[in-house]
């Protein structure tokens, strides 16, 4: 691409006003309310969307959604995020 990391990095934070890190979270976040809304485990999600952890997953998603990972998952479906 030629960009060194540094000048991708801001290059993605002046675009959408996140850092990559939190682009990429998001991301994973959005997936992962995909899957829990299908009826996957919020075990199997968080390792579908490649967090470390299903208490990382349920940390970041508390963090950006306000409700728990299984709360959302036991809301009815249509509700959107």
Known sequence: MGLSRVHLYRNVKALNGLTATEWLRHYRLKQATRLLQAGCWVSDAAY????????????????????TPTDFRNQPTDRPI
């Open 48 to 67: 579908q969307v490649s967090f470390e952890s299903p208490a990382y997953l349920a940390k970041c998603f508390r963090e950006l959604y306000g409700l």
